[in-house]
């Protein structure tokens, strides 16, 4: 079946740094992609997303690419901030069947001055 | 803010007895789900419904189920709540079609004691 495998956590940068959180997938079809953030206490927001094979979601400073090739959605970041540490899903959302979503394990993020 | 509701927000009860989460909306999207979200499991699909008194079966359906009577009002039932469905519960909601931005209620904190 459908499955998303993101890296574990937790991420700790220094402020300024570069940041990757890798996530591969697994489908059938062509799935749409997506990448949702989680502040503590809230709900998911989404971050971006990306519906086809080398479109690239873009949002805050985040980036990531749809790579077929590779099965992957990497989420990047050129300098994080403090503000930045959260929990970070990547998503791939299932064509047809009204849309339902397959969530990694989560990798969260912890950024500190 | 995506217009999604959910109540109550935080829980306590006890084994054995029935609990029913309430989620409303005022975005009359035609898909809305519930996810339970577990430390080392992300976000997993409990339920799901794509109109009025038309649901069906996620990935960890078993011990819960749904109805839904109008649009804006989808409700989870824990018929005999057990310590393993301590957990939390998002409620979201979508237009349904692939690609389509699945947006994310606050969350109900539910523990069963």
């Known amino acids: 079946g459908d499955s998303v495998t993101q890296m574990e956590g937790p991420v700790t940068l220094s402020e300024e740094a570069f940041l990757t959180i890798n996530c591969t997938y697994t489908?059938?079809?062509?799935?749409?992609l997506f990448w949702y953030v989680q502040y503590p206490g809230e709900g998911l927001q989404l971050l971006l997303k990306?519906?086809?094979?080398?479109d690239k979601g873009s949002n805050k400073g985040f980036e990531a690419t749809y790579r077929k090739e590779t099965t992957s959605f990497h989420l990047e970041k050129g300098s994080v901030q403090v503000s930045d540490s959260a929990v970070y899903f990547c998503?791939?959302?299932?064509?047809?069947?009204?849309?339902?979503?397959?969530f990694g394990t989560g990798t969260q993020l912890k950024v500190e001055l | 803010d995506a217009g999604i509701t959910q109540s109550p927000r935080h829980k306590v009860t006890e084994t054995g007895t029935p609990v029913t989460l309430r989620c409303h909306q005022t975005?009359?999207?035609?898909?809305m789900y519930w996810y339970r979200q577990d430390p080392g499991h992300g976000l997993r699909l409990i339920h799901y419904?794509?109109?009025?008194?038309?649901?069906d079966k996620g990935e960890v359906s078993d011990g819960y189920s749904v109805s839904r009577s109008k649009t804006e009002d989808f409700l989870l039932t824990l018929e005999s709540a057990t310590s393993s469905q301590t957990s939390v519960y998002f409620c979201?909601?979508?237009?349904?079609?692939?690609?389509?931005?699945?947006?994310f209620g606050e969350g109900s904190w539910l523990t069963v004691v």
């Open positions: 979201a909601i979508s237009q349904g079609n692939s690609g389509n931005t699945i947006y």
């Open positions: 489908a059938t079809g062509y799935p749409s």
């Open positions: 990306a519906t086809k094979a080398d």
């Open positions: 998503a791939l959302g299932i064509t047809g069947g009204g849309n339902k979503l397959t």
């Open positions: 975005e009359n999207h035609r898909y």
């Open positions: 419904s794509y109109g009025v008194k038309d649901t």
